[in-house]
């Protein structure tokens, strides 16, 4: 089972593939958090997205189109995975599927994760607070710049997967385990 899970920032990607991960056996792989280890350990990669990650837009889809292909190459990728912050545009879209393709896999699943701007703008507020600001890019003023991107670069691709009947749509706005039964009903 290779799932995308689609959604603005805050929206609760990551939370809910951190759940729905275990009962399926899957790899949970999450760009945002690919790429903050990458700024961690100071690599080629890390040194390359930092400013950009910083300014609330998206890294070039060359870099982190070959993060996932690399990550995806992985043991615990074989079951299958849960994609959380990829793609994020049209060329990464593509890409992955010439990459499944390649290894004669395909996409069972896209689950768009929808919640209003406004409510974003609260648990983002929340996040960084409880955080203690541990990412330089949880703050109102970045936030507004990722969902614009969201909304201009991210979301047009949502038409390329309900053309292929794969789009499920999900309420967000719910409790965490209202969502998760929602993503599961969604799957089954
Ligand atoms: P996230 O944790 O998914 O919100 O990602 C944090 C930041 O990492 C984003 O604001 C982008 O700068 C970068 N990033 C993560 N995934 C991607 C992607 N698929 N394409 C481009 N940039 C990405």
Same mark, same amino acid.
């Given at each position: 089972?290779?799932?995308?899970?689609?959604?603005?920032?805050g929206?609760?990607?990551? #939370?809910q593939?951190?759940?729905?991960?275990?009962?399926?056996?899957?790899?949970?792989?999450?760009?945002?958090?690919?790429?903050r280890?990458?700024?961690? =350990?100071?690599?080629?990669?890390?040194?390359q997205?930092?400013?950009? +990650?910083?300014?609330?837009?998206?890294v070039?889809?060359?870099?982190?189109?070959?993060?996932? *292909? $690399?990550?995806?190459?992985?043991? !615990?990728?074989?079951?299958?995975?849960?994609? @959380?912050?990829?793609?994020?545009?049209?060329p990464?879209?593509?890409?992955?599927?010439? +990459?499944l393709?390649?290894?004669?896999?395909?996409?069972?699943?896209?689950i768009?994760v929808?919640?209003? !701007?406004?409510? &974003?703008?609260?648990?983002?507020?929340?996040? =960084?607070?409880?955080?203690?600001?541990?990412?330089? @890019?949880?703050?109102? $003023? #970045?936030?507004?710049?990722? &969902? *614009?991107v969201?909304? $201009?670069?991210?979301?047009?691709?949502l038409?390329?997967? $309900?053309? *292929?009947? &794969?789009?499920?749509?999900i @309420?967000?706005?719910? @409790?965490?385990? !209202?969502?998760?039964? *929602?993503?599961? =009903?969604? &799957?089954?």
């Amino acid at each position: 089972m290779n799932i995308i899970f689609f959604g603005p920032p805050g929206a609760g990607k990551g #939370t809910q593939a951190a759940i729905i991960k275990n009962d399926f056996g899957l790899a949970h792989l999450s760009t945002g958090d690919m790429l903050r280890a990458a700024v961690a =350990a100071g690599t080629e990669v890390g040194q390359q997205a930092k400013a950009v +990650m910083d300014e609330g837009k998206l890294v070039p889809d060359d870099l982190i189109i070959s993060v996932v *292909a $690399e990550r995806i190459e992985e043991p !615990d990728c074989a079951n299958g995975f849960i994609l @959380d912050g990829f793609p994020r545009t049209l060329p990464q879209a593509q890409a992955l599927d010439r +990459m499944l393709a390649k290894k004669g896999k395909s996409l069972t699943a896209v689950i768009e994760v929808r919640v209003p !701007d406004a409510v &974003l703008v609260g648990r983002i507020e929340k996040r =960084a607070a409880e955080t203690g600001g541990a990412r330089a @890019d949880d703050n109102p $003023e #970045t936030l507004k710049k990722r &969902l *614009a991107v969201y909304h $201009e670069q991210t979301a047009p691709v949502l038409p390329y997967y $309900e053309q *292929a009947g &794969l789009l499920r749509v999900i @309420d967000g706005n719910r @409790d965490i385990a !209202d969502v998760t039964a *929602a993503i599961k =009903a969604a &799957l089954s």
